[in-house]
């Protein structure tokens, strides 16, 4: 084979011998990339989820230029330059393809990670478990992805012989420049060690409802230095990731995602509480939102004008708890209004019959 491109070569001229090099290794490239792409779509399945098809997905862009580049990596010693420029045009393709690779890595991991989030899928009514992995996925996504980031630069740098002469010399401050980064970059650091508490010892998951600075929303992303919490308006609350570790905060669903609802009740001493117990099981009995766990009425308070009913229900998650508790304050309401409106609170006003007093008035004469 290395003779018959030695005897093409010597009969055409170097510069077009060199242009089909590299025409050569760009059409061998992209036919390894089109051999793997259609052994892939042959075995991918027609379900919602198939691992092949997340690999065309994600890998199928990255090998548009990673397999054209490692072909002409190979490549490079058949083309007719001077030593010179052989040696400039295999640093800049081996800077390409260490390039290349790492967007390649990048995507294999997009890969695990789609097959992840569908083996752990949050679309579930207990999805405590879920939430433990994806938290942890996403953080380990992102460390992952910062380290291959930062050994790419890395190697790059250090294909540069001056760069490496540099690096020697800096060696021996190492020590030093590390204590003054240290103290720099100590509330970054600090950061980036509570992702790493978070991640693994997890006060709070992806999808966790939180009650943080009187706002109440749910968390949408964990990332290495801060967490987004998406309020009920669709607002956005961001907080630096130790706030969760150095600051008290309400997690609703630490434990599960089940919860109990509380609706609080102020009404008339003579509301009739038996006919009251009977509306309110008929509500839930009516209602999906309620789970079937916990329902009960109770009398915890009694002031000079009114009493206190605390209604207790249970739901699955913290939406249908918010929905259940509107659900039965509205509908117990109306309740009373229709059949029992003395029951609402009223304020009582005594007046007391006196006679009117008839006031004398002396005139003086001048």
């Known amino acids: 084979m290395e003779k018959i491109f030695e ?3 010597g009969r055409l001229q170097p510069l077009a011998w060199d242009l089909i090099v590299v025409l050569l290794a760009v059409i061998i490239g992209l036919i390894v990339k089109f051999v793997i792409k259609r052994i892939l779509n042959y075995y991918k399945k027609t379900e919602d989820y198939s691992l092949f098809r997340s690999i065309i997905r994600h890998l199928s862009t990255p090998l548009n230029h990673f397999a054209p580049l490692l072909v002409f990596n190979l490549m490079i010693p058949l083309m007719q330059m001077s030593p ?7 640093h800049v393709v081996e800077i390409s393809l260490n390039i290349s690779f790492a967007i390649l890595l990048v995507s294999a991991i ?6 992840f989030y569908y083996t752990y899928d949050l679309n579930k009514a207990n999805n405590l478990k879920e939430r433990k992995i994806r938290t942890q996925i996403k953080f380990i996504r992102k460390v992952l992805v910062t380290l291959i980031v930062f050994v790419t630069i890395a190697i790059i740098l250090l294909s540069f012989d001056n760069v ?21 970059a100590q509330k970054s650091l600090s950061n980036f060690l509570a992702g790493f508490q978070i991640a693994f010892t997890q006060p709070i998951r992806i999808d966790d409802v939180l009650i943080v600075e009187g706002e109440y929303g749910r968390v949408e992303d964990i990332t290495l230095t801060y967490v987004v919490l998406c309020i009920w308006d669709q607002r ?5 990731i130790n706030y969760f570790i150095e600051k008290p905060f309400q997690n609703w669903t630490r434990v599960s995602s089940d919860l109990l609802g509380t609706v609080f009740l102020y009404l008339d001493y003579n509301t009739p509480m038996d006919a009251l117990r009977k509306e309110f099981d008929r509500l839930l009995g009516g209602t999906e939102l309620w789970d079937k766990r916990v329902k009960t009425i109770q009398v915890t308070n009694a002031g000079q004008s009114n009493i206190e009913l605390r209604v207790l229900v249970s739901a699955q998650n913290s939406s249908q708890a918010f929905d259940l508790r509107c659900y039965i304050r509205e509908n117990l309401i109306k309740f009373l209004r229709d059949n029992y409106p003395e029951s609402l609170p009223v304020t009582r006003v005594a007046v007391n019959d006196t006679k009117p007093v008839k006031q004398n008035i002396l005139k003086k004469d001048n």
């Open 84 to 90: 010179g420029y052989i040696s400039l045009l295999s």
């Open 110 to 115: 997009n890969v695990f990670e789609d097959y």
């Open 7 to 9: 005897s093409w070569s």
């Open 164 to 184: 490496r002469k540099i690096g020697a010399g800096l060696l021996t401050g190492v020590g030093i420049g590390g204590i003054i980064i240290g103290f720099a």
């Open 236 to 240: 956005r609350l961001i907080l630096p």
